[in-house]
C-alpha cells in the first residue's frame, strides 16, 4: 500500500508538472527548529555536518534557479523524543511553487489529496476541503491540529459568571484570563465521579489547576459549584453550552487563555475516546493564518513560530515591530484526523523585509550571515515569489492504513529509545575510527 502512494505521488506531481530534485543529505547546520543530527567529518576535521531535518533552504535555492515546481519525496531526520506519531528519520513529500501565493500552494494540496485517496483507497475525499485560522481552531477545539470527526466545541461562559459568586471563575477573569466549557453529550452514565476525578488528575499533570464539572443525571444534578451560584446563573450555562439531561458539562478557568483552550483541547480529545464517539472516516481540514510570533515564557522573547523565511500577511507589515502578538503568517497546515499532515507557508523573497524580520528575532546582520549567507546571497540575484509545504509520507499511510503507530507502516522502524532492533543501532565504534574523526569520548561521570 506504501508502495502504491509513493507511486500515486510520483504521477500527480509529474502530471502537474513539477520536476524531481535531489538534495543533499550532509548539509549545514542551521538550529532553527529541532535538534539536528550531527556528522563529523574525517577531511574537516573539527566541523560537522547535519542531517537535514528538511530540505527547505535547498528548494527555495532551486525557485531561484528557475526551477518553478520542485518534488521531491524527501528523507528528514530530527533527534526528537519518540511519540506514536514521531520517528527521529522520517519521508517527506517536499513541494515548492514559484509565482503563487496561499490559494496556489493549497490547490495544489487538494488535488494531491484527492488524487492519492481515488487511487490508493478508491476513496472519494470531497473539495474544496474546510478551512478554519488558527484563532478559531484554538477557540473551538483547544487544538492547532483538531480532530474534527466529533463536536464537543469550546464555549466561553465567562461573561456569564464574571460577577458569580465562586472565587475560582471571578479570579480568572479579573486576572485576564477567561472561564470556558464543552459538555459532552449523553455521557452522565460513562463520566461518573470516579471517571472526573481521572480527568482532574490529569489536567492537573499537564499544569492545570482542576476541572469544574455538572453532571446532569435524569433525576438528579451533581455539580462541583452549584452552592456558590444562583439559579439563574445555572440556567444561563446551561442553556450557553447546550447541556440537557445525561450530559456532562466540564468547566476549566485560569488567568492564562492559552492554557485553559489547550487543557480543554486535551480534555475534549480523552473524553472523546473514553465515549468512543469518534466515527471511521477521513476528516481534512487547513488551518491558515498561523500567528508568525510565539512569546516564549523561558527566555522572555518572541520568537519565530515558523522557520524565519515566512512571509508575514500584508495587512500585518505595518505592526510587526509594535504589535508582535497580533502579527498573522501566511502559513498553513493540513489536519487529518487529528493529526498534522502537513506544513507549509509562503516565503520572504524581498531583502528589507527578510532583514527586518531578523532583527525583530535578534539575529543580527553577521549572524544571520554566518547562518543563511548562501541563500540571501541567491536572493539578491531576484527570487520569485514562491511558497510550499511538507506533507508527512509516513503519517499519511498510517492514516489512510488506520495504524495508531508510525512503526506500522515504516520497515525497520526505531523503537521509543530512538534505536533500530534490527541491527541494534546505535552502537560503539572503534578507537580508530574515532581517531580518524578527531574525536575523543569524554567519560561519564560518576
Not at 54 to 61: A, V
Not at 72 to 83: G, K, M, N
Not at 155 to 166: E, N, R
Request: hydrophobic content about 40%; glycine content about 8%; charged content about 25%.
Amino acid at each position: 500500500m506504501r508502495s502504491k502512494l509513493t507511486k500515486a505521488t510520483r504521477d500527480y506531481f509529474y502530471d502537474n508538472g513539477f520536476i524531481e530534485i535531489e538534495t543533499p543529505m550532509l548539509i549545514k547546520s542551521t538550529p532553527e527548529g529541532a535538534r539536528d543530527y550531527i556528522v563529523p567529518s574525517r577531511i574537516h576535521k573539527g566541523s560537522f555536518y547535519a542531517l537535514p531535518q528538511s530540505p527547505q533552504i535547498y528548494k527555495q535555492l532551486t525557485m531561484v534557479a528557475g526551477f518553478d515546481r520542485y518534488i521531491q519525496i524527501a528523507r528528514c531526520f530530527r533527534d526528537e523524543d519518540l511519540r506514536a506519531d514521531r520517528q527521529p528519520e522520517f519521508t517527506q513529500i517536499d513541494m515548492e511553487m514559484s509565482f503563487v501565493d496561499v490559494e496556489d500552494v493549497l490547490a495544489i494540496g487538494e488535488g494531491f489529496i484527492k488524487h492519492v485517496f481515488k487511487e490508493v483507497l478508491d476513496v472519494d475525499i470531497p473539495m474544496p476541503l474546510p478551512r478554519i485560522t488558527y484563532k478559531e481552531a484554538m477557540e473551538k477545539y483547544g487544538s492547532d491540529k483538531p480532530d474534527t470527526r466529533y463536536g464537543m466545541e469550546i464555549c466561553d461562559i465567562s461573561d456569564l459568571v464574571k460577577d458569580c459568586g465562586f472565587g475560582v471563575f471571578t479570579n480568572a477573569i479579573a486576572g485576564g484570563g477567561s472561564v470556558r466549557a464543552i459538555t459532552a453529550k449523553n455521557a452522565f452514565s460513562v463520566l461518573t465521579r470516579k471517571e472526573i476525578d481521572k480527568l482532574t488528575e490529569m489536567i492537573r499533570g499537564i499544569g492545570g489547576k482542576g476541572v469544574a464539572f455538572a453532571r446532569l443525571g435524569p433525576d438528579s444534578t451533581a455539580c462541583s459549584f452549584a452552592k456558590f451560584m444562583t439559579e439563574e446563573e445555572m440556567t444561563a450555562i446551561y442553556e450557553r453550552v447546550g447541556a440537557e439531561t445525561n450530559d456532562v458539562v466540564l468547566i476549566i478557568a485560569d488567568t492564562n487563555n492559552t492554557h485553559v483552550l489547550t487543557q480543554l483541547g486535551q480534555l475534549r480529545t480523552t473524553v472523546a475516546k473514553k465515549l468512543d464517539i469518534i466515527p471511521d472516516q477521513f476528516n481534512f481540514l487547513w488551518v491558515v493564518e498561523f500567528p508568525f510570533f510565539e512569546w516564549d515564557e523561558e527566555s522572555e522573547t518572541w520568537l519565530a513560530m515558523h522557520h524565519p523565511f515566512t512571509s508575514p500577511l500584508d495587512e500585518c507589515l505595518p505592526y510587526l515591530e509594535t504589535d508582535k502578538g497580533n502579527v498573522r503568517a501566511k502559513a498553513y497546515d493540513l489536519v487529518l484526523n487529528g493529526t498534522e499532515l502537513c506544513s507549509g507557508s509562503i516565503r520572504i523573497t524581498n531583502p528589507e523585509l527578510q532583514d527586518r524580520i531578523f532583527s525583530l528575532l535578534g539575529l543580527s546582520e553577521e549572524e544571520a550571515h554566518n547562518k543563511f549567507g548562501f541563500l540571501l546571497d541567491a536572493f539578491k540575484y531576484g527570487a520569485p515569489p514562491h511558497g510550499g509545504m511538507g506533507l508527512g509520507l509516513d503519517r499519511l499511510a498510517m492514516i489512510m492504513m488506520k495504524k495508531d503507530n508510525l512503526r506500522d507502516v515504516i520497515a525497520f522502524p526505531k523503537v521509543q529509545n530512538a534505536s533500530e532492533l534490527m541491527t541494534m543501532a546505535p552502537a560503539a565504534v572503534d578507537a580508530g575510527q574515532l581517531n580518524e574523526l578527531g574525536i575523543e569520548i569524554s567519560a561519564a561521570e560518576e
